[in-house]
């Protein structure tokens, strides 16, 4: 069964702060990883999707990487903005199925 | 282009009544998924949709949970009867189809609390 650990659980920072949250999935044998971004009393959005057969993805100041081989996955945040406070959920997809497995997500506090 | 709708949004229960959410999905979107959240915890899927047909539903507590999806769009979750523990976030969300490419899109959740 896949189990998704991210570290850490939360985290505090000041502005402009460069950052980096942890995911780390235990089988290997996925069809891609997800980042999301949760605010309280909403839904997720998707901010970055990686692909197995790709090395990382970026988007503005947003860069996820990922190593299949040893189950680890990074999100590099780069000069933190209070908007950036928000829970970070990353999600992989399974080979044998569709199904997501998320972790138990970062809650990011980006002070002024 | 009109987002996951969910409602209620939010829902305040007694122990032991019954409970339902209900999930409208984005147009077209064949595939449908409800998770629970607990809190400081990431989602759990409950039960996934191609179409009106559970195709998963192995996570589904079946002796008090129930879902359907008629006619192939909006779905309705129920709970009967409601237990302490189930107070949680319940997400909704579609994808075009099942291909594992597709992205999901999660509705806001509607938050349930079992007193």
């Known amino acids: 069964k896949q189990e998704v650990t991210q570290i850490p659980a939360a985290l505090s920072v000041p502005e402009g702060e460069n950052l980096v949250l942890n995911c780390s999935f235990t089988?290997?044998?996925?069809?891609?990883l997800q980042w999301f971004r949760q605010d309280p009393g909403k839904g997720l959005t998707s901010l970055l999707l990686i692909q197995s057969s790709q090395r990382e993805q970026t988007s503005g100041r947003l860069n996820a990487s990922l190593d299949k081989s040893s189950g680890r996955s990074t999100l590099y945040i780069a000069a933190s903005q209070p908007g950036d406070s928000a829970t970070y959920l990353c999600?992989?997809?399974?080979?044998?199925?569709?199904?997501?497995?998320f972790g138990g997500g970062t809650r990011l506090m980006v002070k002024p | 282009e009109a987002g996951v709708v969910q409602s209620p949004r939010y829902k305040i229960i007694e122990k032991k009544q019954p409970v339902a959410f209900w999930c409208n999905p984005i147009?077209?979107?064949?595939?449908l998924y409800w998770y629970r959240q607990n809190l400081g915890q990431g989602p759990e899927l409950l039960i996934r949709?191609?179409?009106?047909?559970?195709?998963?539903d192995s996570q589904l507590p079946k002796d008090r949970f129930s879902a359907e999806r008629l006619k192939g769009v909006d779905s309705t979750l129920k709970i009967q009867p409601a237990e302490l523990g189930d107070s949680a976030v319940y997400l909704c969300?579609?994808?075009?189809?099942?291909?594992?490419?597709?992205?999901?899109?999660f509705g806001p959740g509607t938050r349930l609390t079992v007193l």
């Open positions: 089988d290997s044998a996925i069809y891609n």
């Open positions: 949709y191609e179409n009106e047909e559970a195709v998963d």
């Open positions: 147009s077209g979107h064949n595939t």
């Open positions: 999600a992989v997809r399974n080979n044998a199925g569709n199904m997501l497995t």
């Open positions: 969300a579609s994808s075009l189809d099942r291909r594992t490419e597709d992205t999901q899109y």
